[in-house]
């Protein structure tokens, strides 16, 4: 088992809030007090719907948006403890792809521009050997070293995305944050750069944080899956156990949204979903289960009391009272839910 390169303690992220003109404002808490370890190597992939805290979590890491409580432990540094604006040293360890390749990158820049300027600011290379490695590093992302000269419209969004990559992998990071980087591309493209991604990974040793709403997608390169609601991480653990066996209801039903092929599997789904009561909206979680009011087996105990997170069998741990804890005594389960 290799070593934490990451890990985030009791993360929170909350916006406003502060002293505004001397007046205080109450602020929102889009992160409450998240746990998440990644190991060298791994990946790990980080899901839940539009507005649970993914991002924030992912800006909170590099360095855009400052952590309100909590520690992120990276390669040594306690990087919630860092004012805004890395060290240049441990800024090159960790780079990023968003989600949109179209805004990311910068269109007045040819390629070359664009995957030699972390070089530039970063290394003391040559022009020629920065050329040379831009050459390189469009050879790992698939791309011919004739599209250097050329500027970012001239490319499909796969392809920017690409070059993008290759942009966070010219430094050789330790960590690269994914944040939704398929989601803006289509179903046949998402497969050839997550393929991609895959296999950069293990050539060079990389860690990810992989951001996406899609878990069958993260489930297919990811070692551990993160699943957030409301600021939330409400399940975690080994990809495989969180995807074929979820413990937490929110995880469930996130698969459930996954697109059935199968339509005899569709038609049931939809005649289940006619027959049960319509979900309420989530609604401000002060106390108890934050999932509580969208909860189709939410007891009396989850409206006053929040679980906390616990082990799983098979791994991880989920933030529900009804999960399947492993027996007592079965130390290598325990041991495996609390790694
Ligand atoms: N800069 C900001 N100021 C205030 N609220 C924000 C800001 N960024 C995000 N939020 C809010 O925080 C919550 C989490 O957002 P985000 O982290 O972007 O979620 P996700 O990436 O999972 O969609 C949302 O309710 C969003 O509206
Ligand atoms: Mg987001």
């Not at 551990?224 to 937490?248: F, K, N, S, T």
């Not at 979900?279 to 106390?287: C, G, I, K, V, Y």
């Amino acid at each position: 088992m290799s070593d934490a390169l990451l890990t985030i303690k009791d993360l929170h992220v909350r916006y406003g809030g502060r002293s505004l003109l001397g007046l205080k404002t109450k602020g929102f808490d889009a992160v409450k007090g998240a746990n998440l370890t990644i190991r060298t190597g791994e990946t790990l992939g980080l899901v839940g719907e539009s507005g649970s805290g993914k991002s924030s979590i992912a800006n909170t890491l590099l360095g855009l948006v400052p952590a309100s409580d909590g520690r992120m432990e990276f390669d040594g540094t306690d990087l919630a403890a860092l004012p805004s604006g890395y060290p240049p040293a441990l800024r090159r360890k960790i780079q990023a792809v968003f989600q949109d390749p179209y805004s990311s990158l910068n269109p007045s820049m040819t390629v070359e521009q664009i995957i030699t300027e972390p070089l530039k600011l970063h290394t003391d290379m040559s022009a020629a050997e920065r050329r040379a490695k831009a050459a390189q590093l469009l050879e790992l992302v698939k791309l011919p070293a004739t599209h250097l000269p050329r500027y970012p419209s001239e490319f499909s969004g796969g392809q920017r995305q690409r070059i993008a990559i290759a942009a966070a992998l010219a430094l050789q990071p330790k960590l690269i944050v994914l944040d939704e980087p398929v989601s803006a591309l289509d179903v046949s493209t998402q497969n050839q750069i997550i393929n991609l991604l895959y296999e950069r990974r293990d050539a060079l040793g990389m860690s990810y944080l992989l951001i996406a709403h899609d878990l069958a997608l993260v489930h297919h390169i990811s070692d551990r899956i993160a699943v957030m609601y409301l600021g939330h991480i409400v399940e975690e653990g080994p990809a495989d156990r969180v995807y074929h066996a979820p413990a937490h209801p929110y995880t469930k039903a996130l698969l459930e949204a996954v697109p059935l092929l199968d339509p005899a599997r569709q038609r049931a789904r939809r005649a289940a979903r006619r027959a049960a009561p319509a979900a309420d909206l989530p609604r401000s979680a002060e106390a108890g289960c934050p999932y509580r009011h969208r909860c189709p087996v939410a007891m009396q105990r989850c409206h006053h009391e929040a679980p906390p997170a616990l082990p799983v069998s098979g791994g991880g741990t989920a933030q529900c009272f009804l999960v399947d804890t492993p027996p007592v005594g079965d130390h290598s389960a325990q041991e495996a839910a609390l790694t």
